[in-house]
């Protein structure tokens, strides 16, 4: 297994040849990857994910910084010993290929095109999924599914020190989504590789990653466990992005140390904070109790999750603010219901409005 280190890495890209409109894609980036571990990248389009992958793939080369493989210059392995493994998007098949020659095609540059069966059976035997009845397919007879079985198929008998993932399961649908995570959390549980995985989806990388890194315009914003991420994250970007659905967000200032808004308020503060300083107030939709004590809202629509157990409700507070409200699916309310509700002090998340950054 690989240690993958990027040191102060950055990347631009010129839109012409006027180098005054070039883009710098990714900006001064530092992060130690431990071997064995694996990286989920979140963030929105544009911000910098594939293009990271692209360069730690080696694919294109950084403007500054290094990225390192067990402490080695990229740029200083030879390309047959990096040893990288990687899974795209559409599974980048050769399409005048059988999946066989594909899957085999590492192993016979190296003579070893015997040890193909073998191999194959067992990443079967892991994922519960047959795959020997696809590799005489091309691409063309393959489903989206089969396609990024076959490129997982292929990347695995590289004998790979590192697996690098872009978006392999956003063109599946959902059932698809869902199973393929499954059978890729096996076969990183059995071949635990140093891996980087790029995703949209948050239930993907909670599923396969130990850690995630919420990247913005080139930079990570926050790199952590997906819990701390949601609890305590370090910016308002960070607590919008991350949480499904999204977090509630109220403008307030202090008064008497408190925290004071429309709807809601007197809710300790930070002693050295200004009075009438302006301060958000984030909220979990989770993190509300129904308490005839609290604060009288309206129901004006009820979304019910009934695996999940709980009713998502968009709500108005008689002060006049729109918010989201999630109560367990016994209470199932409906549009038009008045309920009365407070928030969880203890889950109370304060930002800076100027800055984003969080007030402790």
């Known amino acids: 297994m690989t240690t993958i280190t990027l040191a102060h890495l950055s990347k631009r890209f010129t839109q012409s040849d006027d180098a005054a409109k070039s883009i710098n894609v990714l900006d001064n980036l530092s992060l130690k990857i431990a071997s064995g571990d694996v990286l989920a990248i ?8 594939s293009t990271l992958l692209r360069l730690v793939a080696g694919l294109i080369p950084p403007d500054a910084g290094e990225i390192l493989f067990d402490n080695v210059d990229l740029q200083q392995i030879p390309v047959t010993e990096r040893g990288i493994g990687m899974v795209f998007q559409d599974g980048a098949l050769m399409p005048h290929w059988e999946a066989r020659k594909t899957v085999g095609f590492f192993m ?6 015997h040890e193909v069966p073998a191999r194959v059976a067992r990443i079967a035997q892991i994922t519960g ?13 393959l489903s989206g599914g089969e396609r990024q079985r076959v490129g997982i198929a292929r990347a695995l008998t590289r004998d790979p020190r590192v697996f690098l993932f872009d978006e392999p399961f956003s063109n599946l649908d959902a059932k698809l989504r869902a199973s393929g995570r499954v059978e890729l959390k096996r076969l990183l549980s059995e071949f635990p590789v140093t891996s980087i995985y790029v995703t949209h989806d948050q239930i993907e990388a909670v599923a396969l990653a130990h850690r995630i890194a919420v990247m913005r315009d ?20 960070v607590a919008t992005f991350i949480g499904t659905p999204t977090i509630n967000l109220f403008t307030g200032t202090v008064h008497n140390h408190r925290w004071t808004g429309t709807t809601f308020g007197g809710f300790p503060l930070r002693a050295d904070l ?14 509300f109790t129904i308490h005839n004590g609290g604060a009288a809202i309206r129901i004006a629509s009820v979304m019910p999750y009934y695996a ?11 002060a006049g603010e ?3 409200v999630s109560v367990p699916l016994e209470i199932l309310p409906q549009a038009g219901d008045t309920l009365h509700v407070v928030p969880n002090v203890d889950a109370l998340l304060y930002f800076d409005p100027a800055t984003g950054r969080r007030i402790g």
């Open 218 to 237: 080139g930079h990570f914003e926050q790199v952590d466990t997906y819990q701390d991420l949601y609890n305590n994250p370090v910016n308002l970007f």
């Open 129 to 141: 999924i047959g795959i020997n009845h696809l590799l005489d397919r091309r691409p063309a007879h």
């Open 322 to 324: 729109a918010f989201q």
């Open 108 to 113: 016979s540059l190296r003579k070893r095109e």
């Open 42 to 49: 979140l963030g929105p389009s544009g911000s910098g994910k």
């Open 274 to 287: 200004d009075e009438n300083t302006p301060v958000t107030l984030g909220v979990r939709p989770e993190r």
């Open 308 to 318: 999940e157990r709980f009713a998502l409700c968009e709500v108005r507070s008689t």
